[in-house]
């Protein structure tokens, strides 16, 4: 059953703490997305990646981080320097023009 | 700046009256237009797409929308809706390289609908 899955659902973590979000696909998409939802302001890009080991920022890229070393794998760091972490983040991979979501992240920072 | 504008930020029907969301973007080219729809705890997943054709668009549960690109809009559109219609619509661009938006999806703020029964 091809998809895209996020781990956890829900997420709690201290203010200073960096946190890592888990995001797999098993679509063989190429392009993979990191987005943050906050009520009101629909979807942010935070960071995408068009390939293996290649990737860019996006309009809110300060205080996170990624990687991508495989294709089917594309986890988000929200670092410490984040100053406004708490927020609904969503994983979405893209074949051709169109975007596939994940179920999403909910990060509450304490 | 490229922008998708969605006009409204709640809107509140009830069961059986027509449904319009406007949607607007500032790109001048060649776009693809997309509606996605959030319903409650569950998955952002796509309602319709235009990529080229007739600017009249079927999407799924009865949904559909139209591009007008004299008008830059992507307006969506239900005849009667129901109480399971309650969720946040978003409306999104692919502009392609576009301004520098490299192929990426710009989305709007979103509208949510609330359907009363």
């Known amino acids: 059953d091809g998809g895209i899955t996020q781990s956890p659902k829900y997420l709690f973590r201290k203010e200073g703490q960096n946190v890592t979000l888990s995001c797999e696909q098993n679509l063989n998409h190429d392009a993979m997305y990191w987005y943050r939802q906050d009520p009101g302001q629909g979807l942010r890009l935070i960071y995408y990646s068009q390939i293996v080991n290649d990737f860019q920022k996006g309009d809110i890229a300060e205080g996170y981080s990624v990687s991508r070393e495989k294709k089917e794998s594309f986890p988000l760091t929200v670092t410490s320097a984040q100053k406004n972490p708490t927020a609904f983040y969503l994983c979405a991979s893209k074949e051709g023009s169109e975007q596939f979501f994940g179920p999403g992240t909910r990060l509450t920072v304490l | 700046a490229q922008s998708v504008s969605q006009h409204n930020h709640h809107v509140i029907l009830s069961e059986a009256a027509s449904l319009e969301l406007g949607c607007n973007y500032s790109y001048g080219g060649t776009v693809n237009l997309f509606w996605y729809v959030q319903y409650p705890g569950q998955h952002l997943q796509l309602l319709l797409k235009y990529f080229s054709g007739d600017p009249l668009v079927k999407g799924i549960k009865g949904f559909e929308a139209e591009f007008i690109k004299s008008k830059f809009s992507f307006n969506l559109r239900k005849p009667s809706v129901q109480w399971s219609d309650t969720a946040e619509y978003f409306c999104?661009?692919?502009?392609?390289?576009?301004?520098?938006?490299?192929?990426?999806?710009?989305f709007g703020k979103g509208t949510k609908l609330s359907v009363k029964p």
């Open positions: 999104a661009v692919n502009a392609g390289n576009y301004g520098g938006s490299q192929g990426n999806l710009i």
